[in-house]
């Protein structure tokens, strides 16, 4: 009577254990982000995938950009020329972007030419066959894209910037890879990164523009194809930076210095503290604006440069407008200053610009600047999503970050932030007593030792009336930078990313 108890308990046992596991696939069924936009007869296509260049393998860096690029090199239906004949035919566009965390693969397409363009579009990302021919030809690209890279300059302190505050960490290198990396790559390599990273529980799916339900269905069947499986957050240790730290990269011929300052933090747009630390910075130097604090000191009131800006995120600009691109998304982000000035003026702008965000984190935002930022911001916001595509983006960015509602809810949440609430924040995150310095200059040594002298210079244009800053001017430059020996590194531009 036991061992028939027992039987039974364990059938029921084993049903209800693959109920579970039942539940557990459904409950990871693919779904669409859509954005409906039927008065134009385009259709957007967006499949995000969690596995940028921090998946790259130790030693394999640049596999995840690789693979990226040979999976438009081929698939079961298409030829590399037959892909670029079909796309030119068609009007469409096919673009493959990688970032940190993830790969962006879009699509777009006029509504007569869907089924054309969506056999080619599906199959890049479900059958792509590798060809063996085109591995030295994406090999040779994207060593040419490292060497472009290298040429040029607001790119390569950007990313050097980057690479320097995550040293260590899987976000410490270029997308791209490292020379000697990239010549390691192998067809083999790119089918195990495809068959690990390239599966279900890994995609976000959107539809943007004039669809039907019927390819919504199409969509979420095809890509269920792939197979299941999830793969790990790619983690690692961020070492903090303790004082200031300086970077200098040599570059010869320059005669206009660029300078990136700032430090990683644990902040994301699923944080509560994210829309005071937003407002915070549009008031301290919002991209390509002239309402922040770093414009108006470095540009309007001193001429020093056409522009000084800052960031509370990975910031990628959109093609040519000033806006930034959706798609971006980091579990751990970095706070940055931007400027470029000519070069007796460097060490003057470094230090203005820590000024400037020193001043934020002791003493916060002017009360009758509060409204009037807020009101910017929030003017501005329209532009973001006035595209089906731009606003798809961004969905798919709340999709990662777990954080529904940022779109739709981000002007009323711009507007709810109080002082207090940036105060809190630019004190909590903001540091500019621990900051990473990266200059890209002629002469590292001789800059070295200007920096750690106790002279600061600066040379106004010649039509501005430098009279009325001389006692503003007079504590920047004495504004200590509290920098010795040991806080320096130096590296040649032309050795980076070998």
């Not at 002017?366 to 409204?371: A, E, I, S, T």
Request: with cysteine; aromatic share 12%; glycine share 6%.
């Amino acid at each position: 009577m036991f061992n028939k108890w027992f039987k039974v308990l364990m059938l029921l046992s084993f049903i209800f254990s693959f109920g579970i596991i039942s539940f557990c696939i459904n409950a990871h069924a693919l779904e669409v982000v859509q954005v409906k936009k039927t008065e134009i007869p385009v259709v957007y296509f967006k499949v995000m995938i969690h596995a940028g260049s921090a998946y790259d393998p130790p030693g394999k860096e640049g596999l995840s950009y690789f693979t990226a690029q040979m999976i438009q090199r081929g698939t079961q239906s298409f030829t590399r020329d037959q892909m670029d004949d079909l796309l030119d035919y068609l009007s469409g566009r096919l673009n493959v972007a990688v970032h940190k965390e993830v790969i962006v693969i879009s699509g777009t397409t006029l509504k007569e030419n869907l089924d054309k363009f969506y056999q080619l579009f599906s199959e890049v990302i479900l059958k792509p066959t590798f060809p063996q021919d085109q591995v030295e030809k994406t090999r040779i690209d994207q060593l040419d894209a490292i060497e472009n890279l290298r040429q040029d300059d607001v790119d390569l302190v950007k990313e050097s910037f980057d690479n320097y505050i995550f040293q260590g960490h899987p976000y410490g290198h270029s997308v791209y890879g490292k020379e000697s990396s990239v010549k390691s790559l192998t067809r083999q390599d790119v089918m195990d990164f495809y068959n690990r990273y390239y599966v279900q529980d890994n995609l976000l799916l959107g539809l943007a523009g004039d669809f039907d339900e019927t390819l919504v269905e199409r969509f979420k069947k095809d890509m269920s194809t792939l197979k299941t499986g999830k793969t790990p957050k790619a983690e690692g240790n961020v070492q903090p930076i303790n004082g200031r730290k300086v970077l200098l990269i040599e570059k010869e011929g320059r005669t206009q210095n660029q300078i990136r300052i700032g430090h990683s933090y644990f902040i994301s747009r699923s944080s509560t503290d994210y829309f005071p630390l937003l407002v915070a910075n549009v008031y301290l130097g919002k991209h390509r604006e002239s309402i922040g604090q770093l414009y108006k000191t470095v540009r309007m009131q001193r001429g020093l440069s056409y522009g000084a800006y800052s960031y509370i995120e990975d910031f990628e600009q959109s093609g040519w407008s000033k806006l930034a691109a959706p798609n971006v998304p980091r579990d751990m982000q970095y706070f940055n200053m931007w400027t470029y000035v000519k070069s007796p003026n460097t060490k003057f702008a470094i230090k203005l610009l820590l000024k400037n965000v020193s001043d934020l984190a002791l003493n916060g935002i002017p009360q009758d600047r509060v409204q009037l930022t807020k009101d910017f911001e929030a003017n501005q916001y329209p532009f973001q999503i006035e595209t089906p595509d731009r606003k798809l983006g961004l969905l798919l960015d709340d999709k990662f970050y777990g954080n529904p509602g940022f779109v739709d809810n981000y002007e009323k949440k711009v507007e709810k932030v109080t002082r207090e609430e940036i105060n809190r924040v630019a004190a909590t995150y903001l540091s500019p007593e621990n900051v990473a310095i990266v200059v890209m200059v002629s002469d590292p040594e001789k800059f070295k030792q200007e920096l750690l002298s106790d002279q600061t210079n600066i040379e106004y244009p010649s039509q501005f009336d430098t009279s009325v800053l001389e006692s503003e001017d007079a504590l920047i430059k004495a504004y200590d930078l509290k920098l010795k020996d040991s806080d320096f590194e130096i590296v040649k531009a032309s050795e980076l990313f070998k």
